[in-house]
């Protein structure tokens, strides 16, 4: 392996520094899963300290060299993007999300992410 930590008898650390833009910092942590069907790391939401990340997916491709994209989902998402639980279902190629909170109220809303084809674009 030669970035992210090794997986040897002593552990290491090695910055990845993937190719494209970089998403936006969070104050808040982003729910994440890895999607192990298309070897990429998924970030939704968080807090940027102007507001909710919700309508803010990236894909980090873990396959070749690393590099993030701006995932562009249908114009319906969720309203909470700040400290939702996620879970990834590989199987059925979606990524869940539950509740959060958008600086104002909080939700208890479900929400499903398709793994399966989203629409890409460049910022």
Known sequence: MTSGLSQGAVPAWTDLMPAGTLPRARLTPPSIIYDPVRR???VFGGFAG????S??????????TPAWNLLFPTDRRPAGGI???PSTTPCANRMLIFGGHDY???HNDVWAL?????????L
């Open 55 to 64: 309508d803010d997916v990236w894909a980090l491709s873990l396959a070749g």
């Open 40 to 42: 990429r790391l998924l």
């Open 50 to 53: 102007d507001g909710s990340l």
């Open 114 to 122: 398709s793994l399966a084809a989203p629409r890409r674009g460049r």
């Open 104 to 106: 104002y109220d909080y």
């Open 83 to 85: 400290a939702t639980a």
